[in-house]
């Protein structure tokens, strides 16, 4: 089956730097790959997502890079925001319908 | 649309005692996902349905976990018997589908301490 890795577990930036973000998966025949955001207490929400058929893509301060040959896709979030700061989580799945698997997550921490 | 509602958003209950958690998916959703949230094993997949259909439930950790979904608009989880080891937090998801691809949309959580 799937498997999703994420590294790193913990970052911490500065107010205005860059994140990134990078997970790995297993299964070649993955084709959809969703970013969520957990904030404190709530449950995650969808940030962007990526299909196997396109490289990048961007929507404001955060883009999403897929490379299937290296079987790894990563979330870059520039100009970060305190508001920025909660645990992120990639996931990859082939199948509508099927299940996410989500890698463990990543708690940002951006610095005022 | 209120999003996935979950209920309650906290229980705490005694080692032994039935638990039972329940989920309003968003009107028009097809697919209902039950997950589960540690610190150690991170978010895990128990089970998800599909036009209230139980697709599959290889998550489900034990036979003392059990879920349902009656109609379209509701869904339950339920322990019995509760054991410390099954405080988490559950999350219900529901999907439609856009395109090729699901979004799920997470309700707010249940959080859930056994003692």
């Known amino acids: 089956g799937e498997n999703v890795e994420q590294h790193p577990s913990t970052l911490s930036v500065q107010e205005g730097d860059s994140a990134v973000i990078k997970c790995t998966y297993s299964d070649s025949a993955s084709n959809y790959f969703p970013w969520y955001k957990q904030e404190l207490g709530k449950g995650p929400q969808l940030i962007i997502d990526?299909?196997?058929?396109?490289g990048e893509k961007k929507d404001q301060r955060i883009a999403v890079t897929l490379n299937k040959t290296a079987k790894h896709f990563s979330l870059h979030i520039t100009e970060t925001q305190p508001e920025d700061s909660a645990v992120y989580f990639c996931?990859?799945?082939?199948?509508?319908?099927?299940?996410?698997?989500f890698g463990p997550g990543t708690r940002l921490s951006v610095l005022p | 649309d209120a999003g996935v509602i979950q209920s309650p958003r906290h229980e705490v209950t005694e080692m032994g005692q039935e638990v039972t958690l329940r989920c309003k998916p968003i009107?028009?959703?097809?697919?209902l996902f039950w997950y589960r949230q540690t610190m150690m094993r991170g978010l895990e997949l128990l089970i998800y349905f599909n036009n209230n259909v139980p697709i599959d439930d290889s998550g489900m950790p034990e036979d003392r976990f059990s879920a349902k979904m009656p109609n379209a608009s509701f869904s339950t989880l339920k322990i019995q018997p509760s054991e410390p080891r099954d405080s988490a937090v559950y999350f219900c998801?529901?999907?439609?589908?856009?395109?090729?691809?699901?979004?799920?949309?997470f309700g707010a959580g249940t959080r859930l301490s056994v003692l």
């Open positions: 998801a529901s999907s439609y589908r856009q395109g090729l691809e699901d979004i799920q949309y």
């Open positions: 009107s028009g959703h097809d697919y």
């Open positions: 990526i299909r196997s058929n396109v």
């Open positions: 996931a990859a799945t082939h199948r509508y319908g099927q299940n996410f698997v």
